[in-house]
C-alpha cells in the first residue's frame, strides 16, 4: 500500500479476494482466487493518516500551496501515466466487480474524460480569481482554498471512476489524500499506485486497505479528518459522521442509498417505458445507485407493461463479463443472491408473483432478473434498496399515490415520469422536484452527463458533486482583501 510516498511492503493479515466468476471444483462451483491485499490494522492506517496531515502541514505544505497551474500539471502527468495502464484495470473490473468488458472500458474512459473536464474547468475558475473586484473602496480577490485532509471511500459497482470523481477533484485544490478502496474493487488500484507516487509529493496521497470498521472509526475519532467523502451506505455515513469530535467541522459529500421510481402514467409510451425502465432497472445487474428501483404503472397498462417488460428481460444475454454483447454479469457481494431471494420470498408470502420465466434463479454467483407484481407497502421491496436484479412493479389508480410514496420515502436521490401528456407532466414536475433532486422524464435515471449536479435529497446524499460542482465542494471561497488608500490608489 502507498503511505507517505513509500510503497509499504507488507507482513501482517492479507484480505484473499474472491473474483465472482466461478470456477468447477471437485465440490461444485466456487469463486475463484484473483489476488490478496494486505489488511491494515489500525496502527498503519494512523500512519497513513498522519502522513496526509504532514503533507497539509496546516495548509503550508507543498501540495496546499503549490500554484493551480503546477497542481494541474501534476494531474495531468498523473493522467498520462494511468492511461498507460488502461487494459490492466478494465481486466480488473471485469474479474474483480464482474463488470462486461464494454462497461468497464466505459467506466475507465469516463474517468479519464472526467479529470480532463476538472482540469479545464479549475482553469476557469483560476481565471476568475486573477480578477479582482472593488467594492466601497476595498479591492478583493475571490478564490479557493483547499480544506485539509480528505478520507475518500468509493463504492464498489463504480470502484474507479467514483472513487476519482471525489479523489480527483479533491486533490487538484490543494487537498491531502487519505483513500480507501472499496472492498470489491481494491486490487484495480494497483496498477495505479506507482502514478500515484510518483507524481505528487510525499505524503500527498496514501492508501488504507482493510476493513472499515476496524480502521475508520479511529481515523474519524483522531479528528483530524477535515472531509469525508463516501459513496455508499447511508447507515455507514451517518456512523462515521457522528465519531468526530468536532463534527460541525467536518465537511461531508456523500453519494448513499436510493430508492429510485419510475412512474408510468395512463399517457405513457409503453414501449418505450419498457425499454427505459429495462436499463434503468438492470444496468450493471441494478448495481447502481441511479437504478431504478420501483416501478409504479397505472393499472390500464398493467398488463401490456408486464408482458412487454417480461420479453425484454427474456431478451438480455448472460455470461461472462468478457463475452460480446452480454448484459447480465455475475454479482461481486457472496451474500447477495442469499439477500435477493429473502426479498422476493418475503413478496410471495405478501402475495406477488415473479412474473417472468426464470426469475429470481440463481446459480453460483448469477441471478436471473425476477419481475415482482404486485407489490405492496407490507413488502421489504417496496421501501427497501435491493441494489440488484429484482424489479418490484406496484399497479396504481390515482397519480396522487405516488407522490405519497415519495413523500414518505426516506430517500430522495431521482425519479422518472413516463407520460405524452405535456399537462400531466407539468403538473408533476413541482411535487415531485421538491421530493428528489432529479426529475427525468420520458427517460431512466441516471447520474450523467457529469457536468450535470449530482445530488440528492433526505438520506440519498449530502453535498452535490459534478465536474463544477465538486471542485466547490471540496474547497472554500476565500479572499484577499485590501483597503484602497492613497498609496496603493496610484
Ligand atoms: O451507483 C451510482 C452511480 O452514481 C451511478 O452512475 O448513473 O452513471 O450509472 P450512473
Redesign the pocket.
Known amino acids: 500500500y502507498l503511505s507517505n510516498g513509500e510503497m509499504c511492503n507488507w507482513t501482517g493479515d492479507v484480505h484473499t479476494v474472491l473474483s465472482p466468476i466461478c470456477i468447477r471444483t471437485a465440490t461444485g462451483l466456487e469463486r475463484k482466487v484473483i489476488g490478496t491485499y494486505p489488511l491494515c490494522g489500525p496502527e498503519e492506517a494512523m500512519a497513513s493518516l498522519d502522513a496526509a496531515v504532514a503533507a497539509y502541514n496546516n495548509g503550508r505544505g507543498e501540495w496546499p500551496t503549490m500554484s493551480v497551474a503546477d497542481r494541474i500539471s501534476c494531474v495531468e502527468q498523473f493522467t498520462r501515466q494511468i492511461i498507460a495502464k488502461k487494459d490492466e484495470v478494465v481486466k480488473l473490473l471485469m474479474w474483480e466487480i464482474g463488470k462486461s468488458h464494454g462497461d468497464s472500458v466505459k467506466e475507465f474512459d469516463r474517468t479519464v474524460e472526467y479529470i480532463y473536464a476538472t482540469i479545464d474547468a479549475l482553469k476557469d475558475i483560476d481565471r476568475h480569481s486573477s480578477t479582482f473586484t472593488i467594492e466601497q473602496g476595498i479591492v478583493a480577490q475571490i478564490r479557493r482554498s483547499p480544506l485539509g485532509v480528505v478520507l475518500c471511500m468509493g ?1 464498489f ?2 470502484p474507479l471512476n ?1 472513487t476519482f470523481t471525489t479523489l480527483i477533484p479533491a486533490l487538484i485544490m490543494g487537498n491531502t489524500i487519505l483513500f480507501k478502496p472499496p472492498k470489491h474493487g481494491t486490487l484495480l488500484h494497483y496498477p495505479l499506485l506507482e502514478a500515484f507516487r510518483t507524481c505528487f509529493p510525499k505524503g500527498v496521497v496514501n492508501t488504507i486497505y482493510g476493513r472499515g470498521n476496524q480502521i475508520i472509526p479511529d481515523l474519524m475519532k483522531s479528528g483530524q479528518i477535515n472531509v469525508l467523502t463516501l ?1 455508499g451506505s447511508s447507515k455507514v455515513a451517518n456512523e462515521l459522521k457522528k465519531l468526530h469530535p468536532k463534527v460541525n467541522r467536518l465537511r461531508a459529500i456523500l ?1 448513499l442509498d436510493a430508492k429510485n421510481a419510475a412512474i408510468i402514467t395512463q399517457h405513457a409510451d409503453v414501449k418505450l417505458a419498457i425499454q427505459e425502465t429495462l436499463l434503468g432497472s438492470l ?2 445487474n441494478g ?5 431504478l428501483k420501483i416501478i409504479f404503472v397505472h393499472k390500464s397498462l398493467a398488463d401490456e407493461f408486464l408482458k412487454g417488460l417480461a420479453e425484454a428481460v427474456a431478451g438480455l444475454k448472460f455470461g461472462m463479463p468478457w463475452v460480446d454483447g452480454v448484459s447480465l454479469t455475475p454479482l461481486p457481494e457472496p451474500q447477495k443472491p442469499a439477500y435477493l431471494k429473502e426479498c422476493i420470498d418475503d413478496a410471495v408470502a405478501h402475495g406477488a408473483k415473479v412474473i417472468n420465466e426464470n426469475g429470481g434463479e440463481t446459480v453460483a454467483s448469477f441471478v436471473y432478473p425476477a419481475i415482482v407484481y404486485p407489490v405492496n407497502k407490507d413488502m421489504k421491496l417496496y421501501e427497501e434498496e435491493q441494489f440488484g436484479p429484482v424489479i418490484p412493479v406496484v399497479p396504481f389508480e390515482d397519480l396522487e399515490e405516488t407522490i405519497e410514496y415519495l413523500i414518505e420515502s426516506t430517500h430522495g436521490q431521482q425519479v422518472s415520469i413516463f407520460s405524452n401528456d405535456d399537462d400531466e407532466i407539468a403538473s408533476l414536475i413541482d411535487p415531485l422536484v421538491n421530493q428528489v433532486s432529479r426529475v427525468n422524464i420520458n427517460c431512466q ?4 452527463p457529469d457536468v450535470f449536479p ?1 445530488t440528492g435529497r433526505k438520506d440519498s446524499a449530502e453535498g452535490t458533486l459534478s465536474v463544477v460542482d465538486a471542485l466547490r465542494s471540496f474547497s472554500i471561497r476565500s479572499l484577499v482583501a485590501t483597503k484602497l488608500n492613497d498609496k496603493n490608489k496610484q
Not at 448495481?287 to 437504478?291: E, F, L, S, V
Not at 435515471?445 to 450523467?448: E, F, I, L, T, V
Open positions: 463504492p459497482n463504480y467514483e459513496i453519494g444496468s450493471f448495481q447502481r445507485c441511479t437504478a435515471c441516471q447520474r450523467g449530482f
